[in-house]
């Protein structure tokens, strides 16, 4: 079975747990208490093709940002989160990716942005053109996320594994033959 491991970063109290977490155990977890690093497995369907998410929880506060190089390491691909209100966690994706990028040494990888809290539109201060504008300078998937509601979090895993897919080589069938 195909094993992805997935790296969810973003700045601090973006909703980053609250999104994995609602999208591997089916639960919104409403009091933030900052994660270091926390790890989940669960077996998923992307495309009728089974799959071992690997998914890394990572911390957001700025004191464990030396960690950041770590977890990227380990990542096959990565979901950027920010909320949709806090301009100040919009302003940390462009750092992100490019800490991804120098990681990874690669000019292009893996990557789906989630702008995420999209229930909070009252609250809202990053706009939805400003989401996909910086994710169609970086030519990645963008999706606007709602831990709380579940919007497009099925989606944005689905897609991340997609496109973790699109940069590994196809798997060659081996002919069957026999020799007597």
Same mark, same amino acid.
């Given at each position: 079975?195909?094993?992805?491991? !997935?790296?969810? !970063? ?6 980053? %747990?609250?999104?994995?977490? @609602? ?10 208490? +900052? ?5 989940? &497995?669960? @077996?998923?369907?992307?495309?009728? %093709? +089974?799959? $071992? $998410? ?9 004191? *464990?940002?030396?960690? &950041? ?10 979901l950027i989160v920010y909320s949709i209100a806090d301009t100040g966690s919009f302003e940390e994706v462009p750092e992100l990716y490019q800490t991804i ?7 292009? *990888? +893996?990557?789906? !942005? ?9 609250? &809202?201060?990053?706009? $939805? ?11 990645? +998937?963008? *999706? ?6 579940m919007k497009n979090l099925d989606t944005v895993f689905h897609q991340i594994v997609r496109e973790i897919r699109k940069t590994q080589s196809p798997i #060659? #069938?081996? %002919?069957?033959? %026999?020799?007597?």
């Amino acid at each position: 079975m195909e094993e992805t491991k !997935i790296v969810v !970063i973003g700045g601090g109290g973006v909703g980053k %747990s609250a999104m994995t977490i @609602q999208f591997l155990q089916n639960y919104f977890v409403t009091d933030y208490d +900052p994660t270091i690093e926390e790890s989940y &497995r669960k @077996q998923i369907l992307v495309d009728n %093709s +089974p799959v $071992l $998410l690997d998914v890394l929880d990572t911390a957001g506060q700025e004191e *464990y940002s030396a960690m &950041r190089e770590q977890y990227m390491e380990s990542g096959q691909g990565f979901l950027i989160v920010y909320s949709i209100a806090d301009t100040g966690s919009f302003e940390e994706v462009p750092e992100l990716y490019q800490t991804i990028l120098r990681v990874k040494d690669s000019d292009k *990888y +893996p990557t789906v !942005i989630c702008g995420n809290k999209c229930d909070l539109e009252k609250l &809202r201060e990053v706009t $939805l053109n400003d989401g996909k504008s910086i994710a169609k300078s970086y030519q990645v +998937p963008f *999706y606007e996320t709602s831990a709380k509601t579940m919007k497009n979090l099925d989606t944005v895993f689905h897609q991340i594994v997609r496109e973790i897919r699109k940069t590994q080589s196809p798997i #060659k #069938k081996r %002919s069957k033959c %026999s020799i007597l």
